[in-house]
């Protein structure tokens, strides 16, 4: 995990570290009313957590567990767990994944955050993501803007999109870190997987035991 300020900080969550979250987060009806740090703003409603129209979806739309991830475009670790994640995903054919933007490793994160958002728009964000996950070495602006040309995003498109939507893509990114924040994350990659609270990485074999054990939860 990736965490604020410490960028050379590793921290390998296991399964005996998993935190079933309990009453004012998510019970057996489903997430519930939660305030964030502020004390002001409701954010973690099952609507905006797991079904907020505006974020991106991966996996199977109709899968009976959801799993969703906070993730930063320069995290090494989130770069690592990545195809990992999705084989689990794949092999499993019933999960969906939830993919929340949290930029908090500095500035060109949050370029690469709104950019990915701003690909949306013309249904690119998978291969705006994709391109930025999967390169080894630390984004630059310029390094952002190579990687979504060669991944055949439209570079006009996206930059009107920057600024007609920066407005709709800032909100997404503000409840993003609204709702990290409120689950008590303190770096990337995070994860809700079902009733789980997961703060940190997890081996395939980690996450599949997760994955069944959120759907056993769910059925009690």
């Given amino acids: 995990m990736t965490e604020f300020g410490?960028?050379?900080?590793l921290m390998a969550t296991r399964?005996?570290?998993?935190t079933l979250i309990g009453a004012g987060a998510v019970a057996a009806s489903?997430?519930?009313?939660?305030?964030?740090?502020?004390?002001?703003?409701?954010?973690?409603?099952?609507?905006?957590?797991?079904r907020d129209p505006d974020t991106p979806v991966a996996g199977n739309p109709g899968g009976n567990i959801t799993i969703v991830e906070w993730s930063d475009y320069n995290c090494p670790y989130c770069r690592k767990l990545e195809p990992e994640l999705r084989q689990v995903v794949q092999d499993d054919g019933k999960v969906r994944l939830v993919m929340k933007d949290w930029p908090i490793l500095?500035?060109?994160?949050?370029t690469a955050a709104r950019t990915a958002l701003a690909a949306k728009f013309q249904d690119k964000?998978?291969?705006?993501?994709d391109a930025m996950m999967g390169v080894s070495s630390r984004l630059t602006e310029p390094r952002i803007n190579e990687l979504l040309a060669a991944a055949g995003v439209d570079m006009d498109r996206l930059k009107r999109d920057l600024t007609g939507r920066a407005k709709d893509i800032d909100a997404i990114l503000k409840r993003n870190n609204e709702q990290a924040e409120a689950f008590g994350f303190s770096g990337t990659p995070s994860f809700i997987v079902g009733k789980y609270r997961v703060p940190g990485v997890l081996s395939?074999?980690?996450?599949?035991?997760?994955?069944?054990?959120?759907r056993k939860a769910k059925m009690n």
């Fill in 6 to 9: 410490n960028k050379g900080r």
């Fill in 15 to 18: 399964r005996a570290a998993l």
């Fill in 30 to 50: 489903g997430i519930n009313l939660a305030r964030a740090a502020t004390g002001e703003d409701e954010v973690l409603t099952e609507a905006k957590v797991l």
């Fill in 106 to 110: 500095g500035p060109v994160s949050v």
């Fill in 125 to 129: 964000y998978h291969q705006a993501h």
């Fill in 204 to 214: 395939m074999a980690e996450f599949e035991q997760v994955i069944a054990d959120a």
